[in-house]
T-cell receptor, first 113, second 115 residues
C-alpha cells in the first residue's frame, strides 16, 4: 500500500519568514495530494490540494508543488504569521483499491512573533 | 452548509459502558469515514462507507461498530472499550468523484476518554 513520509517533524520560523514542508510517497499510482492544518483540539482543515496533472498550485500565501517523477510534493508558506502555528499533515490517495487518504506523520510549525 | 458535525465533543466512558458517536453532513457527500487519532500522531483510518455501504474496515476490533443509517449520518457504536482506545475520533466525508481523488472534509472530532 501507499506510504507517505513527511519532514521535518518540527519547524520553527520567525514571523514573516517562509516555511517549507516536504513529503514523499511510494505508490506511483497516487494522483491526489492534499494538505491539512490541525490546530489544537480541532479536526484537520483542508488548506490546499494538488492533483497529478498539475505541477504547482498557489492560494495567497500558500503554495504546493508536485514532482511526480521523484514522487515528492511540498508545502510552501510565505510571510508566515503567528496564526499559521499548527500541525500540518500531507496526504496521498490512489484512484484504485483503497481509495482513502494515507497521511504523513505531521509537522509542528511554530511561528515566533 | 459546508460542515461535518460531530457529537458529542467530549465523552468519558467506563469499560463496561455502551455509547455512540454521531456524525452528520448535508453536503451531498456519498463517502463517509471514521478515523482515530492519538496524540501527536496522524489520523488513522478505521472505516469507510461508500453510498451507505461499508467498503473498508481496517481490521478494527469488534468493540467498535459503525453504522450508516442514511447518506447524511454516520454512527460509531462503542462497547467494552479499553483505556488504550482513548483518542480523538474524527469523522470525514468526501464528494462523489469518478477520478479517484478523495477530498475529505473533517469534523471537529470527539475526544473520548475510557476510564
Amino acid at each position: 500500500g501507499e506510504n507517505v513520509e513527511q519532514h521535518p517533524s518540527t519547524l520553527s520560523v520567525q514571523e514573516g519568514d517562509s516555511a517549507v514542508i516536504k513529503c514523499t510517497y511510494s505508490d506511483s499510482a497516487s494522483n491526489y495530494f492534499p494538505w491539512y492544518k490541525q490546530e489544537l483540539g480541532k479536526g484537520p482543515q483542508l488548506i490546499i490540494d494538488i492533483r497529478s496533472n498539475v505541477g504547482e498550485k498557489k492560494d495567497q500565501r500558500i503554495a504546493v508543488t508536485l514532482n511526480k517523477t521523484a514522487k515528492h510534493f511540498s508545502l510552501h508558506i510565505t510571510e508566515t504569521q503567528p496564526e499559521d502555528s499548527a500541525v500540518y499533515f500531507c496526504a496521498a490517495s490512489t484512484p484504485t483499491g483503497r481509495r482513502a487518504l494515507t497521511f504523513g506523520s505531521g509537522t509542528r510549525l511554530q511561528v515566533q512573533p | 452548509d459546508t460542515e461535518v458535525t460531530q457529537t458529542p465533543k467530549h465523552l468519558v466512558m467506563g469499560m463496561t459502558n455502551k455509547k455512540s458517536l454521531k456524525c452528520e453532513q448535508h453536503m451531498g457527500h456519498r463517502a463517509m469515514y471514521w478515523y482515530k487519532q492519538k496524540a501527536k500522531k496522524p489520523p488513522e483510518l478505521m472505516f469507510v462507507y461508500s453510498y451507505e455501504k461499508l467498503s473498508i474496515n481496517e481490521s478494527v476490533p469488534s468493540r467498535f461498530s459503525p453504522e450508516c443509517p442514511n447518506s447524511s449520518l454516520l454512527n460509531l457504536h462503542l462497547h467494552a472499550l479499553q483505556p488504550e482506545d482513548s483518542a480523538l475520533y474524527l469523522c470525514a466525508s468526501s464528494p462523489p468523484s469518478g477520478r479517484g481523488e478523495t477530498e475529505a472534509f473533517f469534523g471537529q472530532g470527539t475526544r473520548l476518554t475510557v476510564v
